[in-house]
């Protein structure tokens, strides 16, 4: 009787030489799976036991792994979208800030302007970059600066203080 030992060191049931070879063929065990022989109190490599030799299941050829990992995975994203609208964002939020001075009114234009586009950036980042947490953590996070930029930005110019 023969006992298979596993990878985490325990031992399987006992089993013959028989279930061992249609393990083998059926590529459950390889020639280096450790195999324990009880009645001599041994462990051995699969391979080098002479029953076993030559039943072994053929690995898999090498071109259909590669062919499933290259249809299987896709290149990570690279975040660019995401930083961008983030810096941006940020941009927009100064020119807002300022904006919100006396005689710099005209700062709100350009809140209005480039926040309409960093809002385009941040939602492609959110659609293309989006299963990333970082990034769309990054794009999220810029929508909202963004949108409260345009916010009291827009309120600015209804407002439309002029130069004190």
């Known amino acids: 009787m023969y006992q298979v030992i596993n990878a985490d060191g325990s031992q399987g049931d006992s089993v013959s ?3 061992l070879v249609a393990w083998a063929q059926a590529g459950r065990i390889n020639s280096a799976t450790i195999i324990l022989d ?6 051995i490599a699969a391979g080098s036991i002479p029953d076993l030799m030559g039943k072994f299941a053929p690995p898999p050829p090498m071109h259909a792994v590669q062919h499933h990992v290259v249809h299987d995975s896709a290149p990570p994203p690279s975040g660019t979208l995401a ?4 810096t941006l964002s940020i941009v927009v939020a100064c020119f807002a ?4 001075l006396p005689c710099l009114g005209w700062m709100n234009w350009f809140t209005l ?7 385009i950036l941040c ?15 990054k794009a999220i996070v810029g929508l909202v600066i963004t949108f409260l930029a345009i916010f009291f930005g827009g309120i600015r ?3 439309g203080a002029g130069c004190v």
């Open 97 to 100: 800030v300022v904006g919100l």
């Open 123 to 137: 939602w492609a980042a959110l659609l293309t970059e989006g299963k990333v947490e970082a990034y769309r953590n």
């Open 38 to 43: 009880a009645v001599q109190g041994t462990s």
């Open 83 to 86: 930083r961008t609208g983030m």
């Open 113 to 119: 302007i480039f926040g309409g586009i960093t809002n």
């Open 17 to 19: 030489m028989d279930v």
């Open 157 to 159: 110019l209804v407002l």
